[in-house]
C-alpha cells in the first residue's frame, strides 16, 4: 500500500456523544423522591407538641403556626414577631377568609405566649385556631 514511497493513512472520525439516558433516569428518580418526602420535612421548626387522649381531625390544607419551647413563632418557614405574622395573616385572609389555621405549640412554651399568638390570628381576621395535639400513648 505504498504509493511512491508515501502511505496515506485514512483518519477515522471518532464520534463523541454523550450518553444522557442514565442522567436522566437518576433525575427523575430523585426528583420523586423529594416530591414524596417535601410533605414531611418542615424547616427551622422543632416542637414537641402536648399529648391528649381525644384530639381534632383537622383539614390537611391548613395554614400551620409553630410556637417553639423558647416562644418564638414560625410560620411558612419564617421566624417573626407577632406583628410580622399578623400582617401576613391579614393579607392571606384578604385573598381566602375561610382558610383553616393550625397552632403548633411546644408542650414547655409559655400558655401566655401561646394565648398571645392565638390573638394575633384573631386580629388578622380568623376566628377559629385548631390546637394540634398528638396522641397520648397508654
Not at 430523585?30 to 424547616?43: D, E, H, K, T, Y
Not at 405549640?105 to 386580629?123: F, K
Amino acid at each position: 500500500m505504498q504509493n511512491g514511497g508515501i502511505m496515506k493513512r485514512r483518519k477515522s472520525e471518532t464520534l463523541a456523544e454523550i450518553n444522557i439516558t442514565s442522567l436522566v433516569d437518576v433525575a427523575l428518580v430523585l426528583l420523586i423522591v423529594f416530591m414524596i418526602a417535601a410533605p414531611f420535612i418542615r424547616a427551622g421548626t422543632k416542637v414537641v407538641l402536648p399529648k391528649a387522649e381525644t384530639r381534632e381531625k383537622h383539614p390537611k390544607e391548613s395554614m400551620i403556626i409553630f410556637v417553639n419551647q423558647i416562644g418564638q413563632v414560625y410560620f411558612d418557614g419564617q421566624n417573626m414577631t407577632d406583628a410580622e405574622l399578623k400582617q401576613r395573616l391579614e393579607r392571606i385572609y384578604a385573598d381566602s377568609p375561610d382558610a383553616n389555621v393550625l397552632l403548633e405549640g411546644d408542650v414547655d412554651a409559655a400558655y401566655g405566649r401561646i394565648t398571645t399568638v392565638i390573638d394575633a390570628v384573631r386580629q388578622a381576621g380568623y376566628e377559629n385556631v385548631g390546637l394540634v395535639l398528638d396522641k397520648l400513648e397508654r
